[in-house]
């Protein structure tokens, strides 16, 4: 990166950890999740270029497989991704949790604000990207994408067996509800505090804040920042990057 494209420390750089080490078992033998290909390109790539294509995000630090650093370091060096972004990898651990702890801890000291970001959202638009970082830049301490959810949510008692018929404990009101995305945007030492004091029993970051007593607030995701999960989710994926090429005139 060149001197006069780096942004300044002044600005307040961003950096986005991008946990990418995950299996990807839902999702049905394979290789590692982020490393298959979403129209050809792994889907890791697409993640990063997502956050890369916000011009506040200086670094992308790509959490990886934990056998998997130097494939990943080859796949970011033989795609094309912005010069004026910095890349790192690093390997990542057993749970989701823990490898976005081995991503924060390779952090430069001069970030202040970091992003969390799913490799499995690849398709991520830029201007969800950037509403996250301008909620944390107006001193938002957490700040998540969000969606109102369509289908009505019922809590159960969960069942012993697998496919058991599960009692209905209750209705939440759905009004109430919002189904959160990624990235999740920090303040870097409240996130950094939250890792090291809260234990891995969580499926995201902001609810690591949520139990220090911080508040998470929540801006308007997008449709298209939904987790490739299940095998449906990569034709929706392919069908999304179709319906671009389209309206991008390819
Ligand atoms: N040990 C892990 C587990 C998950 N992740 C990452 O966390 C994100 C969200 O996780 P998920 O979608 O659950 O991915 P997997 O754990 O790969 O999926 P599965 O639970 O189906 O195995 C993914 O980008 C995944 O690569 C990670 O970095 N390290
Ligand atoms: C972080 C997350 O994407 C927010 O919705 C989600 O909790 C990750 O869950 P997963 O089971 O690890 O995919």
Do not use: C, W
């Amino acid at each position: 990166m060149s001197d006069e494209s780096r942004p300044s420390p002044a600005s307040n750089p961003v950096a986005a950890v991008i946990p990418a080490a995950g299996r990807g078992v839902r999702l049905g033998p394979g290789a590692p999740k982020a490393l298959r290909a979403l129209n050809g390109t792994p889907m890791l790539i697409h993640a990063v270029r997502a956050l890369a294509a916000s011009r506040h995000v200086a670094l992308v630090i790509v959490v990886a497989p934990p056998d998997g650093a130097a494939e990943v370091k080859s796949l970011l060096d033989a795609h094309a991704l912005p010069d004026r972004t910095d890349f790192l990898v690093v390997p990542g651990g057993d749970s989701r949790q823990e490898s976005v702890r081995l991503g924060l801890d390779a952090l430069p000291p001069e970030y202040g604000i970091v992003l969390v970001h799913d490799a499995a959202r690849p398709l991520v638009p830029v201007d969800t990207v950037d509403a996250v970082i301008e909620a944390v830049r107006d001193g938002a301490a957490a700040v998540v994408p969000a969606l109102p959810l369509a289908d009505t949510v019922k809590e159960v008692e969960p069942a012993a067996e697998p496919d058991a018929p599960e009692p209905v404990v209750a209705t939440p009101e759905r009004a109430r509800l919002r189904a959160v995305q990624t990235p999740q945007g920090f303040d870097r030492a409240t996130l950094v505090r939250a890792h090291e004091s809260v234990g891995d029993q969580v499926t995201d970051d902001a609810s690591m804040v949520e139990q220090l007593g911080v508040t998470v607030v929540a801006v308007p995701g997008h449709e298209e920042a939904f987790k490739v999960t299940r095998p449906l989710d990569l034709v929706l994926a392919e069908a999304v990057l179709a319906r671009r090429r389209l309206n991008d005139g390819f």
